[in-house]
């Protein structure tokens, strides 16, 4: 028999909170405040920051007593912004051009409603139904767009530090399955290779030692040479290079590995190829620099984040896969869960499309709504031309960087970032006025001063081991003139910080 609604009990008010079809009013008008709360709040926003320092950040925290509820939302909003909202870091501000956060679109956002609000869980059918098929569709489209073949398939993860766990999980379980000795097992990865490919090798039993990095170039991208002598001289140690990462967009300087010589290398020894795309993946879908990912297609495995040139909330994050049976390394039968089919080899009409099969995770979010609402309401056409934005920005500001005799280059920009430092006139002009010591607290105390005051925030990286300041732009709102402000703020900074430098410090 079903249950009418109103043949329904009325809710005891101590479960008024939940989400529920006769809490829908509560529910709108939560939201409603909320969306309200956050508008407001933008709109008194015109920097990236307020400078808070960590005592002064977790103060307001840790004096909440969470064993006194305030009850109310529109308390606990006001709470919620003394303790957090008020002083956070505002990623679409154009001084924002710190780490890879990216401004998140509208059409995403409107997705996230429905993610947490149905809350569906995409780890087995029956908690997704057509869910399930969403996230296939999109992992399809995506293989697709790489220029993968039929048999593709992957996984929306949380970030790209898993979708590199997980595709060394299957390098790793590959060559296992080859006969390899895990203990002599190799990765080998670019020294601007993303550190989640260390703590991979970790985390997989593989030890500290299991990842060999191999020198960048003059342009910051894998050593092809280095490279092939790597993998030649490795089996002579006894080892075996089970899988090369090639890195599209490092880090810092957005390098792009030549993906096709790599390819041809590891087709030659016999090694996966994996290819970090969680920064380059934007280029997928780039209408005039897609050319620059050639070769992509040829890898075994690729991680793309759409939480960062997608312009995607986080998270949002996938693996792709040229061969979905190798996500077989990842598969686990439960009875209370995900049974095993009848016919493991063939094809069972009971079987359920289980996702979780394909992932390192159980419960898992439905990320996947939000790619697909940005898609159907503004299409991959048009994520692109951000991407292009801030592609062309970079290197705007990078020219700009060029010819200030104050700013040093570190390298041309690739991507969308921009890496250089501030070097005081006199540094040069009058002798070494300023050692590399001096120099490199100078970049750190730029950067701190900057954030404290609240008008830009810039992150800072090493190069060749001295301290350099980076510019990762991801918002496609963000003019020139926004960022020339900036790095003027960071000449100004550096100017007075220099000056205030005593002999000893120098
Ligand atoms: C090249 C590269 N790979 C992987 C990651 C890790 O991604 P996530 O922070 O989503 O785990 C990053 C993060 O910046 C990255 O730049």
Not at 106 to 133: K, R
Not at 292 to 303: K, Y
Not at 399 to 412: F, I, K, Q, T, Y
Not at 446 to 461: K, N, Q
């Amino acid at each position: 028999m079903t249950t009418t609604p109103a043949s329904r009990p009325p809710v005891p008010p101590d479960l008024r909170h939940l989400f529920h079809p006769e809490h829908a009013d509560h529910y709108v008008a939560a939201m409603r405040s909320g969306v309200h709360h956050l508008a407001d709040a933008l709109g008194r926003v015109s920097d990236p920051a307020t400078g808070l320092s960590p005592e002064h950040a977790a103060k307001p925290v840790v004096d909440v007593d969470l064993d006194e509820p305030l009850g109310d939302p529109a308390q606990a909003l006001a709470e919620m912004s003394r303790v957090w909202l008020d002083d956070t870091v505002w990623f679409h501000e154009p001084a924002y051009a710190a780490h890879l956060n990216c401004p998140v679109v509208i059409p995403a956002l409107l997705a996230e409603v429905f993610v947490s609000g149905v809350n569906a869980s995409l780890d087995t059918f029956d908690q997704s139904v057509g869910g399930t098929f969403v996230e296939r569709h999109l992992v399809d489209w995506t293989a697709g767009r790489i220029g993968f073949g039929p048999d593709a398939d992957g996984i929306f993860t949380s970030g790209g530090t898993q979708s590199n766990l997980q595709a060394l999980l299957l390098a790793r379980d590959h060559a296992v399955a080859a006969g390899a000795p895990v203990e002599q097992l190799r990765v080998v990865t670019s020294s601007d290779g993303h550190f989640s490919v260390q703590k991979a090798a970790r985390l997989l039993g593989l030890g500290d030692d299991a990842v060999v990095t191999v020198p960048v170039d003059a342009d910051r991208c894998l050593d092809l040479d280095a490279l092939a002598a790597t993998l030649e001289a490795l089996p002579g140690y006894g080892l075996v290079p089970m899988a090369v990462v090639a890195t599209a967009g490092t880090t810092d300087f957005g390098a792009i590995d030549p993906l096709g010589g790599v390819a041809d290398l590891c087709e030659r020894h016999g090694a996966w190829l994996h290819v970090d795309a969680a920064y380059g993946g934007g280029l997928l879908v780039s209408p005039t620099r897609r050319h620059r990912l050639a070769g992509i297609e040829r890898a075994d495995s690729v991680t793309v984040d759409f939480h960062k040139t997608w312009f995607q909330p986080v998270s949002s994050s996938a693996l792709l896969v040229a061969d979905g049976s190798t996500l077989r390394h990842v598969t686990w039968h439960a009875d209370y869960l995900n049974p095993e089919p009848a016919d493991p080899d063939g094809e069972d009409p009971a079987a359920a499309p289980n996702q979780v099969d394909k992932s390192l995770q159980t419960t898992r979010r439905f990320d996947a709504l939000k790619l697909w609402l940005t898609l159907r309401i503004m299409g991959p056409d048009l994520i692109g031309s951000y991407v292009d934005r801030v592609v062309d920005l970079a290197a705007e500001v990078g020219s700009r960087v060029a010819g200030h005799d104050e700013l040093e280059l570190a390298a041309p920009p690739q991507l969308s970032t921009v890496v250089f430092r501030f070097r005081p006139h006199d540094a040069g002009a009058h002798g070494p006025a300023y050692d590399d010591d001096a120099l490199d607290a100078l970049q750190g105390r730029i950067r701190t001063d900057l954030y404290e005051r609240g008008t830009g925030m810039v992150a800072a990286t090493r190069v060749e081991g001295r301290a350099f300041l980076k510019l990762t732009l991801l918002n496609p709102m963000a003019t020139v003139e926004d960022l020339s402000r900036l790095l003027d703020a960071v000449v100004a900074g550096g100017r007075a910080l220099a000056a205030g430098m005593t002999e000893v410090e120098r």
